[in-house]
């Protein structure tokens, strides 16, 4: 079996797969699983040596579940990245160490690393959740995303440890994809907060403990609280000093707490089940009040 694949999902992302892949050209083989990038995407990715598999988009755990099983026959070891993120110098030799070293027998099913985040031309040092860790190289027989429609979690079976390094995650879209992005995954939290409701907590059972600490937290206590954007603003602006990253801290601090109020907003919605408002129309059109119609 080959030692590593790197695995990178897109959908035009002709602004960051060159930089995402060059910074681990040579450390292993290159695949991107592109789901119908209409920019040039593909063809940067082509100029870096990367192969492309061509996929319909299956979701965002769909996605990533696909390419493990593509090459699990093949591959000892995945790293997954998201195309707008950068590896180190320091993951990247580690990563290499750890699949020259190991064997495919003993030692860590996953590693998790470090991520920094860099916003409106900034890194966020204060009001970003850093180190963020996120299980990214994994034996691919051994790790599946769960199915879930937004923010989806690894289930390793096998030990996760840490791998020292940071990725470093800049996205060079602009706002308006920023918030086009978070319009979509507040309508997928919605629906799976609806739906988490009443479930069992055996379904979570699969899940590190680590991750399943936190969804608890979410799903049991979070997603309860009343006034969560504000309580959201105030830990990460005032809490986390996030003021101290200046400009960029506050639009980010306003910008996802926004996030929390689009997904109460939506889940409003959904408990109204889009009733109209309107009267029932009758012969001759819609009733109009008394007080509303003309002498």
């Known amino acids: 079996m080959k030692p590593l694949a790197i695995v990178v999902p897109t959908l035009d992302e002709e602004k960051h797969i060159a930089r995402c892949l060059s910074s681990v050209r040579g ?17 940067a990715a082509k100029a ?7 996929q319909e988009w299956l979701g965002y755990a769909g996605q990533k579940n696909f390419a493990l099983e593509l090459l699990e026959d093949d591959y000892e070891w995945v790293l997954l990245l998201d195309a707008d993120e950068v590896v180190s110098g320091d993951v990247a030799r580690n990563v290499a160490k750890v699949v020259q070293t190991t064997d495919n027998v003993s030692g860590p099913a996953a590693y998790r690393i470090a991520r920094r985040n860099y916003f409106l031309g900034r890194e966020l040092q204060y009001c970003w959740w850093y180190p963020d860790y996120q299980i990214r190289l994994v034996r691919p027989r051994l ?4 199915e879930r429609s937004v923010h989806e979690h690894l289930v390793i079976d096998g030990e996760v440890s840490t791998l020292a390094g940071d990725l ?20 997928l939290e919605a629906e799976e907060i609806a739906s988490s409701r009443g479930r069992p907590l055996q379904d979570l059972e699969d899940l590190d403990r680590r991750t399943r600490a936190r969804r608890l937290l979410k799903e049991r206590i979070w997603y309860r609280l009343p006034a969560r954007p504000l309580i959201r603003f105030l830990w990460m602006y005032v809490v986390r000093r996030g003021f101290l990253d200046g400009r960029a801290g506050l639009i980010y601090c306003c910008l996802i707490s926004f996030y929390d109020a689009e997904t109460n907003f939506k889940l409003y919605e959904g408990a109204q089940g889009r009733r109209s408002a309107l009267p029932e129309r009758v012969p ?5 009040p008394s007080r509303a119609r003309p002498a």
């Not at 790790?143 to 769960?146: K, N, Q, S």
């Open 27 to 43: 450390l292993g083989d290159l695949f991107v699983v592109d789901s119908g990038s209409t920019d040039g995407t593909v063809r």
């Open 168 to 187: 470093h995650h800049e996205n060079l879209n602009g706002l308006h994809a920023f918030l086009a992005r978070h319009n979509r995954y507040s309508t």
């Open 48 to 54: 870096v040596g990367a192969r492309i598999v061509h």
């Open 143 to 146: 790790a599946r995303f769960e």
């Open 284 to 288: 001759g059109g819609l009733e109009v």
